[in-house]
């Protein structure tokens, strides 16, 4: 039997890999901190919820998802009393098939902030992961903030610094394969996100992310700001910046391993700004 479903599984990641380019849905990323009430009643209205839909919230990546779930939903009720669940899969079986079809069909899903690497260990190689996909293959929003953010991205920045043993939250260097990724959610196949980025000062983290992937886009979303992703768009929303950067010029290290390029594509975003991505 498990070895049927996992047949199954696979088979259902790879129709949804082949439709990946051109997802009916839209992301709402937001870079940490507090959630203004106008930024939760605009993940809602992009989310266009009809009467009979219904929000899931996956909170695996807080160390304290009971608490992390009742104060996102308490702010939702009192914006759309609808119904919000509480799905905590690090507790749950993955392979509940009642759960996975409940995912599957709902049309905003809000991943919780805390250790994105806590949340990928639950979800990666499950039917979670696939649901996700699927929901928003179909016309869901899925959202996330701060850890949840950074799950958006296929390649995930984890915070570890490979050359440094000292956790910081930003790098004090710019060398050359110092910056950790782990395999996201993938949403973003070729945007990196970083998150709390001007609160926490964090260019070095993502300048390193560039050089890593020279061809990607990179985006810092400051704390109370989001990006609304549809396609290859992102609108800026929220009170703060939105930092992008791309297409490095001339990149290169130094014997020492010390990173350097020419030039690259840097823009500032407010809320309203529309900004191009790679999807």
């Known amino acids: 039997m498990k070895k049927l479903f996992f047949i199954v599984w696979l088979v259902s990641l790879s129709v949804l890999a082949s439709a990946q380019g051109n997802p009916k849905g839209n992301l709402y990323i937001i870079g940490g901190g507090d959630r203004s009430d ?4 605009e993940m809602l209205n992009t989310a ?17 998802p009971d608490v992390g779930f009742g104060t996102i939903s308490a702010q939702l009720k009192k914006l759309d009393n609808r119904t919000i669940r509480n ?3 690090s507790k749950h079986d993955v392979n509940d098939q009642k759960w996975i079809d409940s995912l599957a ?10 250790d994105q690497n806590r949340f990928m ?15 928003y293959q179909n016309g869901a929003t899925i959202a996330g903030t701060s850890a949840g953010a950074a799950v958006m991205s296929k390649y995930m920045i984890t915070g570890k610094q490979l050359l440094d043993t000292v956790y910081k939250e930003t790098f004090n260097k710019l060398w050359d394969k110092n910056i950790e990724f782990a ?13 709390h980025f001007l609160k926490r000062n964090r260019y070095n983290r993502l300048i390193s992310a560039l050089a890593a992937h020279p061809d990607l886009v990179c985006v810092g979303i400051d704390e109370s700001t989001a990006i609304i992703v ?5 609108t800026v929303a929220g009170e703060s910046q939105v930092i992008r950067l791309a297409n490095p010029k001339n990149l290169k290290k130094t014997d020492k391993g010390l990173l350097k390029f020419k030039q690259a594509d840097f823009g500032i975003f407010t809320a309203g700004d529309v900004i191009d991505i790679k999807p």
């Open 121 to 135: 260990k639950s979800v990666l190689n499950t039917p979670v992961y696939t649901a996700i996909h699927k929901a």
């Open 230 to 234: 549809h396609g290859n768009k992102a």
């Open 38 to 41: 106008a930024l939760m009643k």
């Open 105 to 114: 069909g709902a049309k905003l899903i809000y991943i919780l902030g805390g």
């Open 183 to 195: 395999e996201g959610m993938g949403l973003l196949q070729n945007t990196i996100i970083d998150q």
């Open 48 to 64: 266009s919820l009809k009467a009979s839909d219904y929000i899931i919230v996956l909170p695996m990546a807080s160390e304290v």
């Open 87 to 89: 799905f905590n899969f």
